[in-house]
């Protein structure tokens, strides 16, 4: 595989903390689309409430070219702050994804594509246990899962990481749009029944735009 940086498949610690003030970015950017998506099926305040969760994380990203030098730690950083600053289930939820999937990485200056599929697999794990929930119930596991199962696709087939991580922000946005037929199982869409049908999930919808800003934060240090 090759570097995403300069030809080793791998993704720096720096790189992740430049996927992550993308993200405040993009999540800042599209935070009345996420209100407006979250309006009839939720509480109105998942933009908002992503907003103010990756405000408070871009103030506390290590700073310098070594990006703090552990991933892990980043990984925790950005879980503890979502889960204090996000309200409702986002903040857990998101929360438990960066904890869980870090965890195997502390420590680490550099991750590479099996670790980044590993990655995947302990954020969906993670968020399965803490959600009690799984694909088909309208959630953001309809945009996560099929983001995972396209990146570890792309890796089998000799893909990069760059490679695979388009593939998997795909996966994602297909994932994202599949839930606007689905009946809500989980949550307070969940309470409107039928009612639910016809909406895209906002959590699926924040995931995917997450996912998309590592895929460019990857791309554009290829």
Known sequence: MNDASSGTGVITAAMICNWFEKSAEVIANNRAHLTELDAPIGDSDHGNNMDRG?????????????????????????????????????????????L????????KSELTAEELARFFDDAIAGVIKRGRAEVGMKTMLDALVPSGEAFKAALSKGNDITSALAAAANGAREGMEAT??????????????????????????????????????????S
Not at 186 to 205: K, M, V
């Open 180 to 221: 606007i037929p689905m009946l809500a199982q989980r949550g307070r869409a969940s309470y409107l029944g039928e009612r639910s049908i016809g909406h895209q999930d906002p959590g699926a919808t924040s995931w995917y735009l997450i996912l998309q800003a590592l895929a460019d934060t990857v791309a554009e240090a």
């Open 100 to 107: 869980e999937g870090g965890k195997p990485l502390s420590g």
């Open 54 to 98: 990756y405000k408070a994380i871009l103030e506390k990203l290590p700073r310098g070219e070594d990006g703090g030098g552990d991933i892990g730690a980043i990984f925790k950083l950005v879980a503890m702050t979502l889960i204090s600053k996000v309200g409702g289930a986002s903040g857990p939820l998101y929360g438990t994804l960066f």
